[in-house]
T-cell receptor, first 109, second 113 residues
């Protein structure tokens, strides 16, 4: 079973920030948080990952709470092309990914 | 740069027929390779993974098998397809013992009728 809990769906207005939450209250100290997204009928795309510190790349920012029990993926300026299912995955070193149902993000014009 | 190829993109097969899906990776050596299946409206389920030639680990009991005849080639097979084998099949690769950051192919949509 997936170690994360995400809302099944969210809406976001185009141009606004999309904040996608993820709960991982049972995360272990050596487990990472990964985010992927899957645009309809395509393979999942890696977005970002982190352990303790907040991370930022050209796609998104990842904010991990100090107790590491939850995190938020931030898409700073959502576009229509960001409409997808977003998966939050907790995984330890050498372990395989377990995908949950994710959050279906709809970016609205 | 690394690329991953999966084919075919779509496939319609009758129940009881054999299956062979192929995945190849370019631009990297000794990748970890994965086969996932995604049923309609569901998340991804890991079927098989391989850390080297001839080394296959199965995550779930099923009607499918996998083989890795070459370093960068991963094949998913079945001798007789079932209706329940329908789905979206995805191949992925990663490098290193950490298995971090998997990169996915475009997938094969299989319909068993």
């Amino acid at each position: 079973d997936a170690k994360t809990t995400q809302p099944p769906s969210m809406d976001c207005a185009e141009g606004r920030a999309a904040n996608l939450p993820c709960n991982h209250s049972t995360i272990s100290g050596n487990e990472y948080v990964y985010w992927y997204r899957q645009i309809h009928s395509q393979g999942p795309q890696y977005i970002i990952h982190g352990l303790k510190n907040n991370e930022t790349n050209e796609m998104a920012s990842l904010i991990i709470t100090e107790d590491r029990k939850s995190s938020t993926l931030i898409l700073p300026h959502a576009t229509l092309r960001d409409t997808a299912v977003y998966y939050c995955i907790v995984v330890g070193y050498g372990q395989n990914f377990v995908f949950g149902p994710g959050t279906r993000l709809s970016v609205l014009p | 740069s690394q690329t991953i190829h999966q084919w075919p993109a779509t496939l319609v097969q009758p129940v009881g027929s054999p299956l062979s899906l192929e995945c190849t990776v370019e631009g990297t050596s000794n990748p970890n390779l994965y086969w996932y299946r995604q049923a309609a409206g569901r998340g991804l389920q890991l079927l098989f993974y391989s850390v080297g030639i001839g080394q296959i680990s199965s995550e779930v009991p099923q009607n499918l098998s996998a083989s890795r005849p070459q370093d960068r080639q991963f094949i998913l097979s079945s001798k007789k397809l079932l209706l329940s084998d329908s789905g979206f099949y995805l191949c992925a690769w990663s490098v290193g013992l950490a298995k971090n950051i998997q990169y996915f192919g475009a997938g094969t949509r299989l319909s068993v009728l």
